[in-house]
């Protein structure tokens, strides 16, 4: 279940967890669901920040150093068409067949808060 939005995970292709310096482990459904639980509470550390990999969709990859395409013709669970790549080229490989923009870790960010996907608390 999605620590966030409590829907039930099936999607490998498009979840993600994060790991407390105590390690405890929450996992998401959607990108988008991290990163909204990481903007209600600021003051969690955390080890690691992990997606899946589009290309790889059991494999998780660390968020802050991945590339992410939100393309119109790749639904996500929650609606923002966001997917994560361990490599900027496999993202823009995907959008050269799907469309859509490209973005870092931090862009991402933005672009979700931006687009209403993500509430800046």
Known sequence: M???CKMTIVDTQHGAEAVTEKGRVYMFDAIECLVN??????EQNHSFLLVNDFDSPKKLIDAENSHYLI??????PMGAFL??????????NLQKLKGGEV??????????????????Y
């Open 2 to 4: 999605c620590h966030y």
């Open 103 to 120: 973005y870092d870790w931090e862009g991402v960010k933005t672009q979700l808060r931006q687009s209403g996907y993500v509430r800046s």
């Open 71 to 76: 393309s119109k013709a790749v639904p996500s």
């Open 83 to 92: 997917s994560g790549f361990k490599s900027e080229e496999s993202a823009k």
């Open 37 to 42: 639980y990481l903007e209600e509470n600021p």
